[in-house]
């Protein structure tokens, strides 16, 4: 029957001007990288990079934009930091980029705004968890860059640096090794947003490319070089709670397809959780509570993964940019994905990012 034969008109409209009733997930933190060496907002972008073989060695990556690259055990402990003057702001990872021998190797590319600037390749040896600076030319030339996120097609076996800017531009490098055996990076595709842009992720399976520009919401486009240029807006601040900025972005896989893109909603403290697949309809709020760390406000990056990685997080992690600490530095909290998904999300450990 229908529900206008049943309720008068105002309670009608009420009932369908009322968002769905939508779960809010409230996990604490299981653990916390140690403060940043510098004060004041430089902890922005985190990526967590899988070992091949012994996944209690993955590694989580932090941006410090006053300074280098951070790499962090996952206990948050710091290994080393890379191009301590570079000034990073968004990092990513890289799984199975091909050299010219045949041989495969994971890179961390990282957008940089210090010496140098423009954009920087690591590759990361899986025995001494070590990155190595491989950047041909010194950087691959951005011209602003800001925020970044790279793509491995399935269809090529292409991988590509998608590079973010204040102006809304978006530009998209082709990763390629030079005759010295360094990687250098061509710029294949121009896109153009409005408003400042910085959150950037590709979904590699399914082909698409988000990009968040900061206080208008989530766009998406195909991620392949000569695909269309116009983009969808699949999620809009002020819809489902989202608020500026939108920061970073991040791909929850799961197989046949499923799992979510979570977006960082930083002036609420919250993340945004959107259906993978389909036209990314919204799921659920990650709202972080204090239990014994402290809670995240003005989230910046963000990183998960669904593997199993130490036996602290068996079924995955959710790494995210903590802007204020009792320590009063900044810093990156771990979250257990089953504390996360609280039985209300897809808890998937199978699927593979690697190619
Ligand atoms: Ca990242
Ligand atoms: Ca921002
Ligand atoms: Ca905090
Ligand atoms: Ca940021």
């Not at 025995?127 to 860059?145: H, N, Q, S």
């Not at 970044?148 to 978006?170: D, E, M, P």
């Not at 002020?238 to 979570?262: K, P, Q, S």
């Amino acid at each position: 029957m229908r529900l206008s034969r049943l309720l008068p008109a105002p309670l009608l409209i009420l009932i369908a001007a009322a968002p769905p009733a939508r779960e809010t997930l409230r996990p604490e933190a299981r653990g916390q990288t140690e403060p940043m060496r510098h004060e004041g907002d430089c902890a922005d972008d985190p990526a967590i990079w899988l070992h091949p073989t012994r996944p209690e060695r993955s590694l989580i990556l932090g941006t410090d934009k006053q300074g280098g690259v951070v790499v962090y055990d996952l206990a948050g402990k710091p290994l080393s930091t890379v191009s301590p003057r570079s000034r990073p702001d968004n990092v990513d990872i890289v799984y199975g980029f091909r050299r010219r021998d045949g041989s495969v190797v994971d890179l961390a590319v990282a957008s940089c705004r210090g010496h140098p600037r423009g954009v920087l390749v690591w590759t990361i040896d899986p025995a001494t968890r070590t990155l190595d600076d491989v950047t041909a030319g010194g950087a691959i030339a951005a011209r602003e860059p800001y925020g970044l996120g790279v793509y491995r097609s399935r269809k090529t076996g292409l991988s590509y640096a998608i590079v973010t800017a204040y102006s809304g531009r978006v530009e998209q490098f082709v990763l390629e090794e030079t005759a010295d055996g360094r990687i250098g990076g061509r710029k294949v595709r121009e896109l153009k947003l409005n408003g400042i842009t910085e959150g950037c992720v590709a979904d590699e399976e399914l082909g698409r490319l988000y990009v968040a520009e900061e206080a208008v919401g989530i766009w998406r486009f195909d991620a392949e070089p000569d695909g269309p240029k116009e983009g969808k807006l699949v999620a809009r601040v002020g819809e489902n709670g989202l608020r500026g900025d939108v920061e970073g972005l991040a791909i929850y896989g799961a197989r046949d397809g499923r799992g979510y893109l979570i977006a960082s909603s930083q002036s609420a403290g919250t993340f945004k959780v959107y259906e993978r697949g389909g036209d990314n309809a919204f799921v659920a709020t990650i709202d972080p509570r204090s239990g014994a760390i402290d809670d995240v406000s003005d989230t910046d990056g963000i990183a998960v993964t669904n593997r199993p990685t130490s036996p602290a997080y068996p079924k995955g992690l959710f790494v995210v940019q903590d802007g204020s600490t009792p320590a009063g530095r900044q810093n990156f909290k771990i979250y257990g994905w089953e504390d996360v998904a609280a039985d209300k999300l897809i808890v998937d450990i199978d699927w593979d990012p690697r190619p």
